[in-house]
């Protein structure tokens, strides 16, 4: 069996208050952990870690403290030949949209039971997050200069780092088995 984990470095950083990248890696190993010990058949899966490279080189860290994990491996981009995920604003529209076609035709379940530092929560939060997020429309400030369109769920004081997680886990699980025919083992 395979898992796959996110990483947002975001939610990391503003919603657990962690700055300190050794507290953060230790984090994801204790989250790993956890998985493990749910259930019998988790005990012994490849866990492949997805991490956001977009502020620099927080993927690739990641990959040097926790790479003596047993069994887990990073997501590689084989074509900027880098560890991590970008995301990309069009990376961003077609996650979003394969999300929304997968909730659609009912391809996507989250599990009963969640795994994190507040189980509870978390449902709630994913709920909350998904129902604000969407295309944000900003006029130009002159006539010379473009509209811009983005998608964001920062409405208000939210955050929508655990819907971009879903998002891009969708995403990329499928890019990665469709476009690079790699099915992790």
């Not at 130009?140 to 971009?164: N, T, Y």
């Given at each position: 069996?395979t ?20 507290k ?28 956001e ?35 990309t604003?069009?990376?961003?529209h077609?996650a979003c ?12 379940h ?6 994190s530092?507040?189980d ?35 409405v ?23 476009v690079?025919?790699?099915v992790p083992?």
């Amino acid at each position: 069996m395979t898992l796959l984990l996110y990483v947002s470095g975001m939610y990391l950083t503003r919603a657990l208050h962690i700055t300190e990248p050794s507290k953060q890696f230790a984090l994801v190993q204790e989250h790993i952990a956890k998985i493990r010990k749910k259930a019998v058949q988790w005990l012994d899966s490849n866990v492949y870690i997805y991490v956001e490279r977009n502020l620099g080189f927080e993927a690739e860290h990641h990959q040097k403290a926790l790479d003596s994990l047993r069994k887990v491996f990073f997501r590689v981009d084989y074509v900027a030949q880098r560890v991590g995920i970008f995301t990309t604003n069009t990376v961003k529209h077609a996650a979003c949209e394969l999300l929304n076609v997968m909730l659609r035709e009912d391809r996507i379940h989250i599990a009963p039971v969640l795994i994190s530092r507040d189980d509870a929560m978390v449902r709630t939060r994913l709920r909350e997050q998904l129902e604000v997020y969407s295309y944000q429309f900003k006029q130009a400030e002159s006539v010379f200069a473009q509209e811009r369109v983005a998608l964001s769920g920062k409405v208000g004081g939210m955050r929508d780092d655990i819907a971009i997680c879903l998002q891009l886990g969708v995403y990329f699980t499928n890019h990665d088995i469709t476009v690079n025919r790699r099915v992790p083992t």
